[in-house]
């Protein structure tokens, strides 16, 4: 199975401030990416498919790059309601494992 | 606006058994993949297993194939996921998901998720 492997675990920062989240996969997987927010008690959300297409009323600030076995995700100017947990999953395979996850915390 | 609804879940002892319910709106049910994924408390997000559209290509992780079931009946738009010799492990909350493509195959991210179903298994 392929296996990803987010850093960092938790990521503490201000509003306004630039993140970025890195994804790397144990084998390439394209651009098969995607990346979801998760708040507390709520489901996943998709934020972005194909490792850079962002998902239909997301906002701009959020962008994704990368191909083959790295991957990021950057948030340009985090906003109050960004503080959350972002997982990655590949869809390569029909594995379609996740990250294990980054928390943003204020 | 794709909707998805869980229900079923509940507790259990080890050894039981339990089966999920998923129903759609909001979209033609059968030309999609669907999937479930589990959160076990305080945990990361786990992929355990996904049907296509019409049910002919099934997909479980090891940890749960062989006692877990997915399933779908299209005319009633519902997914299911029968749970047998559930363990304490298996105590999850369990979410479905719907493919972002439509092509019945299972090709793209999970674009809608249900509000999950607590599992809790215990003595």
């Known amino acids: 199975d392929i296996q990803m492997t987010q850093s960092p675990s938790t990521l503490s920062a201000s509003v306004g401030d630039r993140i970025t989240i890195t994804c790397r996969a144990s084998?390439?997987?394209?651009?098969?990416l995607a990346w979801y927010q998760q708040k507390p008690g709520k489901a996943p959300k998709l934020l972005i498919y194909?490792?850079?297409t962002l998902e239909s009323g997301v906002p701009s600030r959020f962008s994704g790059s990368g191909s083959g076995t790295e991957f990021t995700l950057t948030i340009s100017s985090l906003q109050p309601d960004d503080f959350a947990t972002y997982y990655c999953?590949?869809?390569?395979?029909?594995?379609?494992?996740f990250g294990q996850g980054t928390k943003v915390e204020i | 606006e794709a909707q998805l609804v869980e229900s079923g879940g509940g507790l259990v002892q080890p050894g039981g058994s339990l089966r999920l319910s998923c129903v759609a709106s909001g979209f033609t049910f059968g030309n999609y993949a669907m999937y479930w994924v589990r959160q076990a408390p305080g945990r990361g997000l786990e992929y355990i297993s996904g049907i296509s559209n019409n049910g002919g290509n099934r997909y479980y992780v090891d940890s749960v194939k062989g006692r877990f079931t997915i399933s779908r009946d299209n005319s009633k738009r519902t997914l299911y996921l029968q749970m047998d010799s559930l363990r304490a492990e298996d105590m999850a909350i369990y979410y479905c998901?719907?493919?972002?493509?439509?092509?019945?195959?299972?090709?793209?991210?999970?674009?809608?998720w249900g509000q999950g179903a607590l599992v809790t298994v215990s003595s």
């Open positions: 084998q390439s997987i394209s651009s098969w």
């Open positions: 194909k490792a850079s």
């Open positions: 999953q590949q869809y390569n395979s029909y594995s379609r494992t």
């Open positions: 998901a719907r493919d972002r493509d439509n092509n019945g195959y299972y090709s793209g991210p999970f674009a809608y």
